[in-house]
């Protein structure tokens, strides 16, 4: 079983491997050993080489297998893998070369010559000239390739970019025309020179790398071990002159606006004569603007300087900036016989030795710059007028100048190394092992001296770099005059009640006194001090901006009204008188001045001002009220005087009707809708018992939430910004509403609810009187109408007297008249004679039925209620009226409809009407 499993294995395994010649098997060892060396060194361009290597493998097996097997597809294929290989080493040579703009044009060109060589192997196998433009079309590009790498590492005395380039131009493909010609292991010997011409490029890759690195460990050495800028100026030329194989090396100092020869290798005399010194605007030897080196050939050196660097027989220089922490120290050349190109890498490499050369330049030059210091240092300290004192932390000193020694009486060997306590006097002050240290370790002390007076002392600590040693120094000095001074000055500057100030011209606050904090609201002048006045206590910019004009132009301002914001953010009025103090040059130094608080003095002055104003509108209400009757004149010209006071838009008196009805009698400043919309307002529930209740006067808005909901809606409805509205007041009811409208953002204080209630006082009792006076003058318009008609009536009485006694006297001749026609009529006349004795007759009953009207109209009676004809009483009283209708011939026509119904009544009250 086991045997047949094995011979199953070795049959298959013989089928998957395939059999490699030996032109395989050295390209197998040559990227056997790429990928060794790209496990080591990590070569970008080295690891595109090995996947060129992979599709050269691949071409050549895929070749060589077609040549025994019947697959058309073998020879496209093995082609399109050949000209990848081509493409990849291509792409490998451009990576090195730092042509990586080339790679996009190559990707493009390869993709076309791989379809173009699959089309040709299995369309056109037997093109000879299709084949011969494949063979022209990947030589072009490996043409191209040898090209870049021998440009990129021109005049550099290395073997493997020529071996890489002339394995690139030696590939080829298996084409009989030119492979009958080559010796049978030819293809070997090719890929061997490529593939070792690729190893030897990346291990001098690899040699330069570790060259640079041990140029900075020198350039390190030699900045860590220097003791001036020369040696370490030398040391970086040669070490950088050997690794770029330059001929020449110098370095130039940037001194003012030149750059000067300081260190300098390869150069000769000549040379240096002419070119020792250039100016930073040289159009070579400039320093380079951007941070990059700058290489200059023969083309850009110019005729100027030409001859001067083809005398040294340089045909190329490169600049390198060197620059400091915050300028540029000087520039590095570099020249050479030949003319190079130079990696990208190998220029940040020298971008790098140059930072750290102008740093460790700098570092230097701040070393001397600190022993001159120190050297200056010394000298100030023996100058100095004031007293200086030098003591470790046990008190020891350590050095004391001429002035404390003159004032000891001692010589510096008689002080050095004492205690203080031993040296200073205690005569004037009992103090404990320094008289100058306080509890801070850094900052001024001001005080008593222990020589006798004040003085003032600065305290500063330092830590000694050699020693490691702290130690603390004093500079004392005499401030007892001063001091004197100072104090009858600052007794004045505390004691005054104005505020005294000094700022700088940006505001900035120097100094003030107690009362300029006490009017700020602060509690200590710490809390001022080093506050900007402009913008913190000037509540408005254009006030500052005139004071500033002002000052500009008189040098100081008098009495100048100002708002300043106190710290709670209230604002003041104060009145400032300041001037401005001058340097030499004209320009202000500081602003000093004084400020006056008048906030209090401006309230009662605009308190006063509202006061009149007040008084002036009542007094026109007044007089409005004593010298008219007319309700809407008074209500109209009290509303103007009320929305002139308040400042006010709008405003609207309303008088009650009813106790539910209320009409606008005055308005001001609505729109002509809302006049119509709100002329008569409806409150079936009146005010709200809580009103009515607490008899309030101002509707406030804690109010409204329990009114009725009639009246809050006819508030909302009437409110055009921030309204309110006064309850007028009679003797028990309200008798009308006055409201005023301001903008939205307007209130109304307490003061402004107190004076409407009192204007609303006193239109209450203005309304009332005009109302009894309309009352008394209706009251005697009724008495005089009831005197005149009591007048009528005594007219009437006698009339009626008179009636009654004439209708009496008019009785018994109209009953004889009667009795006579009556006998006439019985008596047998003829027909005339009747006719008359007929109208005689009734004439005759015709002025007895006036007679008896005029009786009844006379006659007093009381009211009785019976039911009576109405036709009947109307006909009586036109009769009555008759004969005065034919004197002013007036036509009477009766329309009366038949059938009208008796009415109940008094007969004679309603002929009284008829005839009235």
């Not at 120094?473 to 104090?487: G, L, N, P, Y």
């Not at 929305?643 to 838009?649: G, Q, R």
């Amino acid at each position: 079983m086991n045997t047949v499993v094995w011979r199953a294995w070795e049959f298959l395994s013989g089928l998957a491997t395939p059999k490699f010649v030996t032109r395989e098997t050295a390209v197998l060892l040559i990227l056997a050993a790429s990928l060794l060396v790209f496990r080591t060194l990590r070569e970008r361009c080295l690891m595109v080489w090995i996947v060129g290597w992979l599709a050269y493998l691949g071409a050549h097996h895929a070749l060589i297998s077609s040549s025994g097997q019947a697959n058309p597809y073998s020879i496209p294929v093995g082609h399109a893998e050949f000209i990848l290989a081509v493409s990849l080493f291509a792409a490998g040579a451009f990576i090195y070369a730092s042509a990586r703009d080339l790679l996009a044009p190559l990707l493009c060109i390869s993709i076309a010559l791989i379809v173009f060589a699959i089309v040709q192997g299995i369309w056109w196998p037997g093109s000879t000239t299709l084949h011969f433009a494949l063979e022209i079309s990947y030589r072009i590009v490996a043409l191209s390739a040898a090209w870049q790498i021998l440009r990129f590492r021109r005049a550099r005395k290395e073997i493997g970019p020529w071996m890489l380039a002339a394995g690139l131009l030696l590939l080829h493909l298996e084409w009989w025309p030119q492979s009958s010609r080559l010796p049978a292991d030819a293809g070997i010997f090719l890929d061997m020179l490529l593939g070792l011409g690729m190893l030897l490029v990346v291990f001098d890759e690899s040699r330069l790398h570790t060259r640079r690195i041990a140029t900075l460990n020198a350039l390190t050495t030699s900045i860590a071990r220097a003791g001036e800028n020369g040696a370490v100026a030398a040391t970086a030329l040669k070490e950088l002159k050997d690794l770029m194989g330059a001929d020449a090396a110098w370095f130039r100092l940037t001194d003012g606006r030149r750059l000067t020869v300081f260190q300098h290798i390869g150069l000769s005399a000549e040379f240096l004569r002419d070119r020792a010194s250039v100016g930073l605007g040289d159009p070579v030897e400039r320093v380079p603007e951007q941070a990059r080196p700058c290489v200059f050939g023969p083309a850009q050196l110019g005729e100027m300087v030409l001859p001067v660097f083809q005398r040294e027989e340089l045909q190329q220089i490169i600049i390198v900036a060197v620059p400091g922490k915050k300028a540029t120290v000087g520039t590095l050349v570099l020249g050479s016989h030949k003319s190079k190109s130079y990696a990208p890498d190998e220029l940040a490499f020298l971008t790098t030795c140059a930072q750290q050369l102008g740093l460790a330049l700098e570092n230097l030059h701040l070393v001397e710059e600190i022993l001159r210091s120190h050297r200056q240092w010394s000298n100030t300290f023996e100058s100095i007028q004031d007293l200086v004192l030098l003591h470790d932390p046990d008190f020891r000193i350590l050095k004391a100048n001429p002035a404390l020694l003159g004032r000891l009486g001692k010589s510096q060997s008689e002080v050095v190394g004492q205690f203080c306590d031993a040296v200073l006097p205690k005569t004037e002050l009992d103090w404990t092992k320094c008289p100058y240290c306080r509890s801070e370790e850094d900052g001024f002390y001001e005080g008593p001296d222990p020589f006798g007076g004040f003085s003032v002392a600065s305290t500063s600590t330092y830590m000694d770099q050699g020693t490691k040693q702290k130690g603390t120094i004093h500079v004392v000095r005499d401030i007892t005059e001063r001091r004197a001074a100072e104090q009858k000055y600052r007794s004045l500057f505390e004691q005054v009640q104005e505020g005294v100030f000094v700022a700088t011209p940006d505001g900035k606050l120097l100094d003030c006194n107690d009362a300029f904090v006490r009017i700020l609201g602060h509690s200590s002048r710490e809390e001022l001090l080093g506050k900007n006045v402009d913008t913190e206590f000037y509540a408005s910019p254009e006030q500052r901006a005139t004071f500033r004009q002002e000052v500009e132009a008189h040098n100081f301002v008098r009495n100048f009204e100002v708002n300043l914001r106190r710290k709670d953010g209230s604002q003041l009025i104060a009145l400032e008188s300041s001037f401005a103090t001058r340097d030499a040059a004209g320009h202000i130094d500081c602003y000093q001045g004084f400020l006056l608080d008048i906030t209090e003095k401006k309230k009662a002055e605009d308190e006063i001002h509202r006061r009149n104003r007040e008084l002036n509108a009542l007094n026109a209400m007044a007089v409005i009220a004593t010298q008219s009757f007319d309700l809407d004149e008074i209500l109209n010209l009290t509303l103007r005087q009320v929305i002139a006071l308040f400042d006010a838009e709008s405003g609207s008196v309303y008088l009650a009707e009813s106790e539910t009805q209320f009409r606008r009698r005055a308005s001001w400043g609505q729109r002509l809708t809302d006049r119509k919309r709100l002329a008569e307002v409806s409150l079936p529930q009146g005010l709200g018992e809580l009103v009515m209740g607490a008899r309030a006067e101002v509707l406030t808005t804690e109010y409204l939430l329990h009114v009725p909901d009639a009246v809050t809606e006819f508030v909302r409805a009437a409110d055009m910004g921030s309204s309110i509205w006064v309850v007028l007041w009679g003797k028990d009811a309200p008798i009308g509403l006055m409201g005023i409208s301001r903008p939205p953002n307007a209130g109304y204080s307490s003061n402004d609810e107190n004076l409407l209630v009192a204007i609303g006082r006193q239109l209450s009792t203005t309304v009332e009187k005009v109302r009894l006076y309309e009352e008394s003058c209706k009251a005697y318009d009724d008495l005089r109408r009831a005197q005149e008609q009591l007048l009528q009536s005594e007219k009437m009485s006698a009339v009626g007297q008179l009636i009654a006694g004439v209708a009496h006297e008019l009785n018994n001749p109209l009953t004889a008249i009667l009795g006579y026609a009556q006998l006439l009529e019985s008596e047998k006349l003829e027909s005339r004679a009747m006719d008359y004795a007929n109208k005689v007759f009734k004439q005759a009953q015709r002025t007895h039925r006036v007679v008896q009207n005029l009786l009844s109209f006379a006659r007093q009676r009381k009211p009785e209620k019976h039911e009576f004809d109405v036709v009947k009483v109307l006909e009586e009283s036109l009769l009555l009226r008759d004969y005065d209708m034919k004197v002013s011939s007036i036509n009477l026509e009766r329309e009366i409809q038949s059938g009208v119904p008796a009415v109940s009544g008094d007969p004679h009250q309603v002929e009284q009407v008829f005839l009235n």
